[in-house]
């Protein structure tokens, strides 16, 4: 339970200004159809998520156990202080149009790239590195994602002016360098 609470915790706090979040908001005003937009952030953020659990997964078996809450903890550090940089959104990095196929899979396409190399992957990765439960990992972090954007989707821009972004962004940072800080101390305290 501790890797759902933790993951969904952190990649909500993250995701909000985050990048994805601001490509939720264009596709909302751009193809307004609200809950084919959600779907499509859904199933592409399972799939991107379940991919970079499974990197962590992998990464926490070939990395020295002695070293890996090390790495993992100075990983959280590092998020926290991107997580204060404000991300923005390229004109081109979210469609005008829908594909043919239809708003869902324009969704989950640009949604999917637009997650890969993006701070809640990253920290997906970290995450399931972290806890020995690749499944509440991606889990978590999907329903992170989802806890921030589907509103974002369906109240739209107007939901970002009245957030207070900066401050949250701050929460945000502080939340993973404390993860961070947390888990060096318990690698100092087992000795490792």
Same mark, same amino acid.
């Given at each position: 339970?501790?890797?759902?609470?933790?993951?969904?915790?952190?990649?909500?706090?993250?995701?909000?200004?985050?990048?994805?979040?601001?490509?939720?908001?264009?596709?909302?005003?751009?193809?307004?159809?609200?809950?084919?937009?959600?779907?499509?952030?859904?199933?592409?953020?399972?799939?991107?998520?379940?991919?970079?659990?499974?990197?962590?997964?992998?990464?926490?078996?070939?990395?020295?156990?002695?070293?890996?809450?090390?790495?993992?903890?100075?990983?959280?550090?590092?998020?926290?202080?991107?997580?204060?940089?404000?991300?923005?959104?390229?004109?081109?990095?979210?469609?005008?149009?829908?594909?043919? %196929? =239809? /708003? !869902? @899979?324009? &969704?989950?396409?640009?949604?999917?790239? $637009?997650?890969?190399?993006?701070?809640?992957?990253?920290?997906?990765?970290?995450?399931?590195?972290?806890?020995?439960?690749?499944?509440?990992?991606?889990?978590?972090?999907?329903?992170?994602?989802?806890?921030?954007?589907?509103?974002?989707?369906?109240?739209?821009?107007?939901?970002?002016?009245?957030?207070?972004?900066?401050?949250?962004?701050?929460?945000? %940072? =502080? /939340? !993973? @360098?404390? &993860?961070?800080?947390?888990?060096?101390? $318990?690698?100092?305290?087992?000795?490792?």
């Amino acid at each position: 339970m501790e890797a759902f609470l933790t993951s969904a915790a952190l990649v909500a706090l993250a995701e909000i200004g985050d990048k994805t979040q601001l490509l939720s908001f264009v596709l909302a005003a751009r193809l307004r159809k609200p809950w084919a937009i959600i779907a499509g952030i859904f199933v592409a953020t399972l799939l991107n998520h379940a991919l970079a659990g499974s990197v962590g997964a992998w990464v926490a078996d070939v990395i020295p156990s002695s070293w890996l809450p090390w790495i993992i903890a100075l990983v959280f550090i590092a998020f926290g202080i991107w997580t204060l940089k404000p991300d923005t959104l390229d004109d081109d990095e979210a469609p005008s149009e829908p594909h043919p %196929a =239809g /708003v !869902f @899979v324009t &969704t989950t396409i640009a949604f999917f790239v $637009a997650e890969m190399g993006d701070k809640t992957q990253l920290a997906t990765v970290a995450l399931a590195a972290r806890f020995d439960s690749l499944a509440w990992v991606v889990i978590g972090t999907t329903a992170g994602m989802m806890i921030a954007n589907a509103p974002a989707v369906l109240l739209g821009e107007g939901l970002a002016k009245r957030l207070p972004l900066e401050k949250i962004r701050w929460i945000a %940072a =502080g /939340v !993973f @360098v404390l &993860t961070g800080l947390v888990t060096l101390a $318990a690698a100092g305290s087992l000795g490792l």
